[in-house]
């Protein structure tokens, strides 16, 4: 059982329908002494023993049947059933409590017939009443004691309505109108206009209800005045059904009005707050909800410290229960010191349920938890527009469907969250596995996370046992996923990854800076990934492959019929690890069509392994920077070096094309085929887009005879129609007519410069030189070149220049030494060339200006400046990221007394292979860094040295640490340059 949140009430124990059912066809059958012993069954199994359901839902239940026509067990049964199973959960336990009794009825009523004149059966029938009158005796005093409780207003009105029903010997309608005003006026002397509206003016309430309901069926409350009336109605129902519990067993007619009630009253939106809403704990509101109600959260200056269960679920005619942040705010929802569930928010075996809009952060000390973790089953669940934060431990996950149950997760949807930094290893930040039937997952950004970023399993028999229900029927589309790494296992989690799912389309999505971009597998044995769609993506600066697909090992899976097409990959393979743009393994009958394919430095496009087989490639557009000739493929194992060598030696790639497909701007981002790009039109020619389908603008992904390469489909600017992206075309290219050759209005801040402007950069932000009026800011005037190794930067004509200067105000050392090797003109390879510096006993560093590498993805830069005659120069620029994956492991670790050490030994991007920073007090704080290889680029030696050479290290933080070296050096000259201080 669920513990409850702090201050909220205990979470009911977990049951099914079917579990309902057996117990109702149970008590059917063995369960005797009337409707008041039967009832008494029930509260004593269902409420006392089982925790099935709430003692609070039963009495209503319980005063609703009494009031209703016919039989008292069976409709509290039927309510039983309906509460967190709607209608079919009603009508399967209706059954299976009648159907034992009237078969009964029918067999005692044609032996009673056939024996009722036997001495031995009237004495039996004789006892059996002696013993049911005992039973209703114990019952009805357990139902007055734990309906009245210590209540002396419905013990009052329960002892007046006992004596007039005994004095009349009947049932009156009047005494049941009496009991419920002398309830309301007793409970609220000053009643509302819109009480008594309820009560004399049926009317007002069908008013109150029409134009409420909304394509999902929800009941919303449009304006205050409606609000209020809504409100007022749900509270005089609650307090009706109150004083029905101290009335009568039954008065129909009566009863017949109040059930009318809830149908005729607008759903209730309960509101939580610090002060002036309904409740200040937001369990104790969800615990209030009933199906079509909303909770309304509202900010408060410290967060909720809750943990939260759902405790029923809406259905499709009363609509969701929602627990949603109110307008315009973000409330948080923080686990610190909150014990319980390991997930925040725990919605189990629930349907029609929706969270909206908060904050959910501090889940600490995790072994296995979410912000927020579906399980078991479920249908129509919505999960948007959450910012989920600082999960931390092992395996805490940002969302996570776990469809445990044979009945599927089905109608899911996952959109418009943020998910980051989350330690989900070794699971998922965004995971749907198991028997997951029907989802769309859309929109959300996930960053910065230790393991993969969006998931869809299948075939983990832990989760589902059952193979064949498998993460199915979905669509993944408009995702960005970033910084997703694994830290353990080399590194190779992917932002997006299907393992095991069947007939999944993944759409529309951006993926960079991952250990993989995309991909598709199947971990384990006996698992077949199929009908998987890969498109119109864009996969870039990923650190190992760009898109991947198969099964690991011949142990493991197979992914068979899927389909590539339409993808851009970009200058993956950032770490030089060997796995090139698309790396493909275990897979069978799969389709690479119709993708734009760019190589980075390493000039490694295609890496497929050994157990590929019947997989197709063709009319691709494939680029390396290098040529043709030095582009490298693997094909099962066996390596070609240039394209036509590949092409001959696998028969793959026929149609398609060797080329630069002229890339807008995409170290920028973006990924647009430029115009005359090769690309265009060079797609598969028997290509017809899905319905629905889209390029990466939302454009038609076929525009032309043929579709095109890539994720863009190029629009024709010129041609007289207006394609996304752009915003106008007037049938030609001239710039100033009021639509310019860029197919965007005239105007300031549209990227081209017309009559009347000096410049423009496609914004109208200040502080870039060019001004919100499209002229150049006046020289002199600041603005930042992003260079951190430059000072003063300021504006020229319109472009922004800093001078090579050492900045002034960084951090001094007593000790530390610079040393740089030339190894070219002694005979060495470029791999000889070396540069290390050393800055020892430094000034006070706080663990704020070093900044965290690690979390936060601190950068850094070492600056090196030669002065001659005074005036610097920028001799070398060093770079160091923050974060990411070296040769498999993670780039940084953190050491003792705040110190981190970074370790690459690919060196890269600019030859780094150690940084290690110590911060503390005066004299304590240290700097070390070593650069070695090809990708370093060392200054020409020897140096001027005229009066110093200054190097300096500076952090994205702000902060920078400086060491000049004066003349004379202990070595300046052709092949070293060598000095320290003091």
């Known amino acids: 059982m669920t513990e409850a949140a702090p201050g909220a009430p205990a979470a009911r124990a977990p049951y ?21 012993a039967l009832v008494g069954y029930m509260q004593r199994d269902l409420v006392e023993r089982r925790g099935w359901i709430a003692l609070a839902d039963y009495k209503e239940g319980l005063a609703l049947a009494q009031l209703a026509p016919g039989p008292l067990a069976a409709q509290l049964a039927i309510y039983l059933g309906w509460l967190d199973h709607g209608v079919l959960g009603a009508t399967l336990v209706a059954v299976a409590f009648v159907l034992p009794s009237f078969l009964m009825v029918l067999a005692l009523s044609a032996a009673y017939v056939a024996y009722g004149g036997l001495a031995w059966m009237q004495g039996a029938f004789y006892g059996i009443g002696a013993a049911v009158i005992a039973i209703i005796g114990r019952s009805a005093y357990k139902l007055a004691k734990s309906t009245l409780a210590d209540d002396r207003l419905l013990w009052a009105i329960f002892v007046a309505s006992a004596g007039v029903t005994a004095w009349t010997e009947s ?25 008594v509206a309820v009560v004399v003016a049926p009317w007002l309430l069908v008013r109150a209800r029409r134009g409420r309901g909304d394509r999902q069926g929800r009941l919303r409350n449009p304006g205050t005045r409606r609000l209020l009336v809504a409100r007022s109605v749900e509270a005089t129902r609650r307090r009706m059904v109150v004083a029905m519990r101290a009335g009568s067993l039954r008065f129909p007619a009566a009863g017949l009005l109040v059930l009318a009630l809830p149908h005729l009253a607008a759903a209730t939106v309960y509101t939580v707050a610090p002060s002036g809403g309904d409740f200040t704990v937001i369990q104790e509101a969800l615990d209030a909800a009933q199906a079509g109600d909303t909770v309304r959260v509202h900010e408060k200056p410290a967060p909720y410290f809750e943990r939260l269960v759902f405790p029923r679920s809406g259905n499709a005619v009363d609509g969701f229960v929602t627990l949603e942040a109110a ?169 997006i990854y299907v393992d095991g799912g069947r007939d999944v389309v993944i759409e529309n999505n951006v993926v960079t800076e991952c250990d993989v971009g995309m991909e598709i597998g199947a971990e384990n044995g006996g698992t077949v990934t199929s009908g998987i769609v890969v498109r119109n993506n864009v996969l870039h600066a990923n650190d190992k492959a760009g898109l991947g697909f198969g099964g690991y090992a011949s142990y493991t899976g197979r992914v068979r019929d899927c389909s590539f097409t339409g993808n851009t990959l970009y200058k993956n393979d950032t770490l030089g690890a060997g796995f090139g743009e698309l790396w493909i393994q275990y897979a069978e009958d799969n389709v690479v069509r119709s993708n734009v ?38 094909w099962n194992a066996a390596e070609y070096v240039g394209f036509a060598a590949y092409r001959a030696g696998t028969g793959q790639d026929a149609g398609s094309i060797f080329a630069d497909p002229l890339l807008a701007a995409p170290v920028s981002g973006d990924f647009h085929l430029g115009a005359g790009s090769p690309a265009i039109d060079a797609g598969d020619p028997g290509y017809t887009p899905a319905p629905g389908e889209v390029d990466l603008d939302g454009a038609a992904r076929k525009n032309g005879p043929r579709v095109d390469c890539g994720a863009d489909e190029a629009t024709t600017c010129g041609n007289g129609t207006t394609e996304p992206p752009e915003l106008c075309d007037d049938g030609d290219l001239v710039d100033g007519d009021g639509c310019d050759s860029n197919c965007t209005p005239t105007g300031c801040g549209n990227g081209i410069a017309t009559s009347g402007e000096q410049c423009d950069d496609g914004g109208t932000a200040g502080g870039d030189c060019c001004d919100a009026a499209c002229q150049h800011e006046a020289n002199g005037a600041p603005c930042d070149d992003a260079n951190p190794c430059t000072t003063s930067d300021a504006c020229t004509t319109g472009t922004c220049a800093g001078g090579e200067e050492p900045a002034a105000g960084c951090k001094t050392a007593l000790g530390g030494q610079l040393q740089i090797k030339d190894r070219t003109l002694v005979g060495a390879a470029d791999a000889g060339n070396q540069l290390s510096w050393q800055w020892k006993k430094g000034s006070a560093t706080t663990d704020a200006e070093l900044g965290d590498p ?64 110590r911060p503390g007090v005066t004299g304590k704080t240290r700097v070390q860094l070593k650069a070695r290889g090809l990708k370093l680029a060392v200054p020409a030696l020897p140096l001027a040295q005229s009066p110093s050479v200054v190097a300096q290290l500076h952090a994205s933080t702000g902060a920078c640490w400086t060491q000049s070296y004066g003349v004379p050096a202990a070595r300046n000259d052709a092949a070293q340059f060598k000095d320290k201080t003091p």
């Open 171 to 195: 049932e009156l309608i009047w005494v049941f109108v009496l009991c419920g005003v002398a309830a309301l006026v007793a409970q609220r002397a000053r009643a509302t206009a819109s009480h």
């Open 16 to 36: 099914s329908l079917r579990d309902l059912v057996a117990y109702f066809l149970r008590l059917g059958t063995t369960g005797f002494g009337g409707p008041i």
């Open 854 to 917: 690690l979390a936060s993805a601190t950068r850094y830069e070492l600056c090196i400046y030669d002065q001659a005659s005074g005036s610097a120069s920028l001799a070398a620029r060093l770079r160091v990221p923050g974060a990411g994956t070296c040769h498999g492991k993670p780039c940084w670790k953190a050491g003792g007394a705040g110190s981190f050490k970074y370790a690459d030994k690919d060196a890269t991007p600019d030859g780094v292979t150690q940084l290690t920073l």
């Open 327 to 495: 307008p315009g705010e973000r409330p948080v929802l923080d686990g610190m010191g909150v014990a319980g569930d390991q997930s925040m928010i725990l919605i189990e075996s629930r349907s029609y349920v929706r969270v909206v809009g908060f904050e959910i952060r501090n889940n600490l000390g995790v072994t296995d938890g979410s912000g927020i973790r579906i399980l078991g089953s479920g249908s129509h669940l919505e999960l948007r527009d959450n910012r989920i934060h600082d999960m931390r431990g092992q395996n805490a996950m940002g969302i996570t469907v776990y469809a445990t149950d044979p009945a599927p997760v089905s109608d899911l949807v996952i959109d418009g969250n943020e998910v980051y930094d989350c330690e989900p290893a070794t699971s998922e930040a965004i995971v749907l596995n198991g028997n997951v039937d029907g989802f769309v997952v859309s929109d959300n950004h996930v960053h910065d996370v230790d393991n993969i970023g969006i998931d869809c399993i299948g075939g983990e028999t832990d989760i589902q046992p059952d193979p064949a229900k498998v993460c199915r029927n979905g669509v993944i589309r408009g995702n960005r996923v970033e910084r997703a790494r694994s830290s353990y296992g080399g590194g190779f989690a992917a932002g």
């Open 597 to 634: 394919v760019y190589a980075t430095g390493q000039n490694k496009l295609l890496v497929s392994e050994y157990g590929n087989v019947h997989t197709t490639l063709d009319d691709n557009v494939w680029w390396a920077d290098a040529g043709a000739a030095a582009a490298r493929f693997s």
